[in-house]
């Protein structure tokens, strides 16, 4: 397994934007699925996106709830997986986590038990 390690979190208003970043140890990193997820007050963790890695084609899957505000995308040679979030709502306030695996069935991408590795996580807050 690899270690993940986010950073960006913080307390925003609604319409500003926020980058989280996500750190992933290990040398083939640009093979790996690395998926945010969050956890919303009083709710189930649920997916926010996701980048495909090199095994995937690179390609991203967004949930419908930020697919026209949110952006994922990676650095390999920094081994970094990033998500900003613009216009961001009150609703997104919620603890968000990033997710890797190596090898992930593309029909599972979105489902956590689809990721070996998880991070801390980091807390985002919109006010309103």
């Known amino acids: 397994q690899v270690q993940l390690v986010e950073s960006g979190g913080g307390l925003v208003r609604a319409g500003d934007s926020l980058r989280l970043s996500c750190v992933v140890s290990?040398?083939?990193?640009?093979?790996?699925?690395v998926a945010w997820f969050r956890q919303r007050p009083g709710k189930d963790r649920e997916f926010v996106a996701a980048?495909?890695?090199?095994?995937?084609?690179?390609?991203?899957d967004y949930a419908d709830s930020v697919k026209d505000r949110f952006t994922i995308s990676r650095d390999n040679a920094k081994n970094t997986v990033s998500l900003q979030m613009n216009s961001l709502k009150p609703e997104d306030t919620a603890f968000y986590h990033c997710a890797a695996s190596r090898t992930v069935i593309l029909s599972s991408i979105r489902t956590q038990g689809a990721y070996a590795s998880w991070g801390q996580g980091t807390q985002v807050t919109v006010s309103s």
């Open positions: 290990g040398s083939t990193f640009r093979e790996y699925f």
């Open positions: 980048s495909r890695g090199s095994r995937g084609g690179y390609r991203s």
